[in-house]
């Protein structure tokens, strides 16, 4: 059986001055002409993707680094939509942090969740100020722009399967991450933390298998490994996870008939 070009959602503010976004169609290319794994690509800017209807008939979900997004609401928008529609998604930089954001307003009932990139005024858990945003992402001790370093994996999690070893080593261009303060109420809520730098801080979270078929996001950015001309395993997951999809929602008609 043929199965159709998976759809896959670029959601981000395409912008010629975010390195991230101009590796893209290199590394589309590199997954067709070197894993033959074709995608159909399309931008979706953050201000359209929290409209009914944005992320329909598509087999997978990217959040772009970029931000701040032009839209905060359409970037949370295109993670909820992916999670609750077993959509395989992947966040990465901004994308990781605004995984979060998403599931700490939808699932954890945090509903004041903020970015203080967006949100520079609001509490710290125990906070005295009632109704003022909870900053759940917030400024890095030490800023990851232009950083590289180590990444050590959680063993049998879908991160160490994707990358296929205990330790990586990416690349960062990075100020946000989370506030370590939630950890625990985000983990009881469910979400995995997979990946920490050498010194504990938390690089990656996903989904476990029985919640969701793909959901994975770091804080590194795996679009600016190597010289761009083949694609960071995360991004290969994440096609072959499309492939997946598509494959399974074509079965799924055929079968209706």
Request: hydrophobic share 40%; aromatic share 6%.
């Amino acid at each position: 059986m043929t199965h159709p070009v998976p759809r896959l959602a670029l959601v981000g503010d395409r912008s010629a001055a975010v390195r991230s976004h101009t590796r893209i169609p290199a590394l589309l290319d590199a997954l067709a002409d070197r894993d033959q794994l074709v995608l159909d690509a399309y931008w979706i800017p953050t201000g359209d993707a929290a409209a009914p209807g944005a992320l329909d008939g598509f087999d997978a979900v990217w959040l772009l680094p970029g931000s701040p997004y032009r839209s905060e609401d359409g970037a949370v928008a295109a993670v909820r939509t992916a999670r609750e529609r077993r959509i395989p998604f992947l966040g990465t930089c901004a994308g990781f942090q605004h995984a979060v954001l998403e599931y700490a307003r939808h699932v954890c009932g945090i509903g004041t969740a903020a970015h203080s990139e967006n949100r520079p005024g609001g509490n710290q858990p125990g906070g005295d100020r009632p109704g003022e945003a909870d900053l759940v992402i917030v400024p890095l001790s030490c800023s990851l722009v232009g950083h590289e370093g180590a990444v050590r994996l959680t063993p049998g999690s879908l991160a160490e399967r994707v990358l296929g070893a205990p330790r990586t080593v990416e690349r960062y261009h990075c100020a946000y991450g989370l506030n370590d303060a939630y950890l625990e109420r985000l983990r009881a809520g469910g979400l995995r933390f997979s990946g920490a730098d050498d010194s504990g801080q938390l690089r990656i979270l996903e989904l476990p298998s029985e919640a969701h078929p793909f959901f994975l996001a770091s804080l590194f950015q795996p679009e600016l490994a190597g010289d761009g001309t083949r694609a960071h395993p995360m991004i290969r997951a994440l096609a072959a996870a499309a492939a997946a999809h598509t494959a399974a929602a074509t079965a799924g008609v055929s079968g209706g008939r």
